[in-house]
């Protein structure tokens, strides 16, 4: 466990500086117009690469076995879809922006997250099949790679303080990714043969079908994450827009052991007889961390948010109490949560956390306009909360804890 536990705890430190890294130094050096911008075409990248992603990280890890009969016609669909993916949002993205009067430039540099976004969706789509398979080497080295390409982006910024040269250089690391993803996938796999020529369109809607309630589970999951700073570009000025994408890379930050338990429970909990053992020692694992983590941060908040992102945001440890009370609800929601995937229905954890998108967007509709980033963190509480709720109660209906058998 431990030694397949290290891996796992390399790749999510990677992914988190993934992130750190490029609003560490946009934060620092670039004043708050520019750094409400260039951070919301980065996240925009991740955005699109998970509703790109269609779910398949959990799907992949629930239904591996079935997958791996067919997997030339299932990777091939995926592929293919993805990239119809991709010509979608280019549309809307070149007629909402149209629409709303952004600049070309803008537009430009949406279109270009867009591309980025399905290249990163494709080196990642790859390495879940060696992650559902307990082999974690291939997505912390693709992962490390993005990490390298964010480095070197943020340095040429730095160096010819050019916004075109700093997208250029994350759309290359992503195709040279996803070359790597392939490449790695077909070593582990043998007697991989792509088809994605002639497109199989009753395969493609099976596929959608099938992959659906993961879908809305996944895609409801990005519209808490990723959508709020969406709402927030919509709702408020560039300036409550860079305040709230510091605070929500703090509770990023805070929230690392919550990604590793969501890496590492759901094999465990598929090789496990009894789901009441293994919740047990994960959960004394995430209580633990939010106690010593917590802690922490709210003894040295200001210094934290002065030392990573620079002095000047400082005051945004006024944030503090809510920024905790959304870590709680988050460290509470992840094992129940799971439980219902494996042992309600994936559908059933869709429909919670629909009503909890829905409860977060009028949150923020009502909220933000009047009270800024207070209150797109009081609408955070309550679609968490909401969250938690359908999760205990799903958990204690099915009495999950009372099973013992193999997920």
Known sequence: MIS????????????????????????RFLETERFAFLTLVFTLIFMISNILDYGLRLRINVDFKDILKNKDRFISDWLALKFLGLIIFIFLISAYGSFASYSFKEIYFFIGAAFSGFLLSISLYFSYFMSANEKYIPELSINAWFLFGCIMSATFLFLTDSDYIFLLIIIFTNFIGAALGFLSFNRNFTSFNLKIWPLKPYSMINELKISSPYFLHLFFTIFIGYFDIILMEVLSSRTYLAEYQIVTRVIIGLSLPIVVTSILFPPRLRKSGSPKVTSIYFQI???????????????????????????????????????????????????????????????????????????????????????????????????NSVLLVFYAWLSAKANIHSLNLKA
């Open 4 to 27: 397949k536990s290290i891996p796992v705890v390399l790749n999510v430190i990677t992914r988190l500086f993934q992130n750190l890294v490029i609003f560490i130094f946009l934060a």
């Open 285 to 383: 694992f995430l209580v633990t961390s939010l106690i010593i983590i917590g802690a922490l941060y709210l003894l040295f908040d200001s210094e934290i948010i002065s030392l990573i992102f620079g002095i000047k945001y400082s005051y945004l440890n006024q944030y503090s109490i809510l920024i905790s009370a959304i870590l709680v609800l988050k460290y509470l929601q992840i094992i129940p949560g799971t439980l219902v995937t494996f042992y309600v229905s994936q559908k059933s954890r869709a429909k919670s956390i629909f009503f909890s998108a829905i409860t977060m967007v009028l949150g923020f509709f009502i909220l933000v306009p009047k009270y800024g980033v207070s209150g797109a963190l009081y609408a955070l509480i309550i679609s």
